[in-house]
């Protein structure tokens, strides 16, 4: 008869662990599901060239001008 207390017993406390470790993972589901949404939020809002332009003038970069580039011509000749 103590066999079957002692099963009820730590059948009752395997339950308790079980739904302890359930609500656990629910709660790190629910942080890492609200993190993606932040992270994709954050995705979009730098595919705008707005964004990107002003990220580029925050770290000293700045738009080319014409004098910024030269263009070569190479013929077929000079290639080899």
Same mark, same amino acid.
């Given at each position: 008869?103590?066999?079957? !207390?002692?099963?009820?017993?730590?059948?009752?406390?395997?339950? !308790?662990?079980?739904g302890?470790?359930?609500? +656990?993972?629910?709660?790190?589901?629910? +942080? &890492?599901?609200?993190?993606?949404?932040?992270?994709? &939020?954050?995705?979009?809002?730098?595919?705008?060239?707005?964004?990107?332009?002003?990220y580029?003038? #925050?770290?000293?970069?700045?738009? &080319? +001008?014409?004098?910024?580039?030269?263009?070569?011509?190479? #013929?077929?000749?000079?290639?080899?």
């Amino acid at each position: 008869m103590s066999l079957f !207390v002692i099963l009820y017993v730590w059948q009752n406390i395997e339950v !308790v662990k079980t739904g302890i470790e359930c609500r +656990r993972l629910g709660e790190r589901e629910s +942080r &890492l599901l609200d993190e993606q949404a932040r992270l994709r &939020l954050e995705i979009e809002r730098y595919r705008r060239m707005g964004m990107v332009e002003e990220y580029a003038r #925050s770290k000293g970069l700045r738009q &080319l +001008r014409p004098g910024d580039f030269a263009i070569m011509a190479v #013929s077929e000749t000079d290639a080899e």
